[in-house]
């Protein structure tokens, strides 16, 4: 009752911004997502990995030359920075990241690029990389389940999965101990809303305690989970202690992600949302056949569209069902990078301007 008193009132608050024309955009120059692969090593129940309309959306590997292309494009542009976490999948399923990062370590005009993992496929030898990387400003680490049998639950992994999830913490912590970190670390604990990593130990735990320990890492645990607009329904996490969001949210004006949280695919595909469309319903254009500042422009009809459309309060099947909704007429920030520029808004009126003049 009282969680849907404060989400009336929420909704009440952004129709008066609605009204009164107030809108909150994130910085849209904070940074572009590019997605290296597609491809994953796990099979997470409350992720749309395994959903996917691979007729839509395949699994794929962007090539070497297509990433640096749409990389200066983007620095061109102005994005002062860039995420590579895939919408699903993870980054080191990627054999040639760090040719890719290498890449980016050699740029100037921007301030460096960020990315979360599930720190299951990388091996020993990246991991002491890491700390020889001079652009990289936030590395993510994605835990699932806090021992064997929720790490499986969760993830869909295997005993060898989790052994060398285990192995790999533990050599992070061993670099941790004798090099300096020029990057940001933070854990991200997607496990059961009962869990508390204060009150337990393990052989998964204790690496993790560790880093925290000798590391100004940033840990957050997680139980909340999202429906992937409506992709993964309450069937398939019916077995995991967690909080899932299916109910319908109430939505005014446009979703601040259409303007923040772009995302250049595996394929060469733009999409207006890097974060919960997974088959890149939401595609505005293709850097294989146009430039990236004709494509996430307002020259562009199907961008121009989408904006206007969801101004209007109507929105796509992904966006009416999505419960990762934020909207412009509140001011919210869903990820960590956009949290760090919270004193940099726009309005609606001022990113259209920019969108106009490209």
Known sequence: MISYFKNFVKFILARINYILGNQMIPNIYDHINIETTSRCNLKCKFCAYEKRDLNMYPIETMNINLFKDVVQQSIDIGYKKIGLTPTTGDIF???SIFEKLSYLDSLENYEGYFLYTNFIPIKIDQIEKLFELKKLINFGISIYGHDLDTFIKFSGGTNNAYNKLIENLKYLKK???KKNTQFNLSISHRTEKNFDIN???NELLKPIKEILKISNADYEKNSEFNN???I?????IKDLNINFNDKKIRKIGSCSLIYSRLIVGANGIVNACACRDANFSLRIGDVNKNKIKDIISLKNKK??????????NDFPAVCASCDFYRSIYRKNFPTWVLKKEQSRTHRLSEVKNILSKR
């Open 93 to 95: 399923m990627d054999k």
């Open 175 to 177: 670099f941790l101990d």
């Open 199 to 201: 009150k337990n130990t």
């Open 228 to 230: 992937w607009g409506n």
């Open 232 to 236: 993964i329904k309450r069937n398939d």
């Open 303 to 312: 961008y121009k569209e989408l904006i206007e459309r969801q101004e209007k």
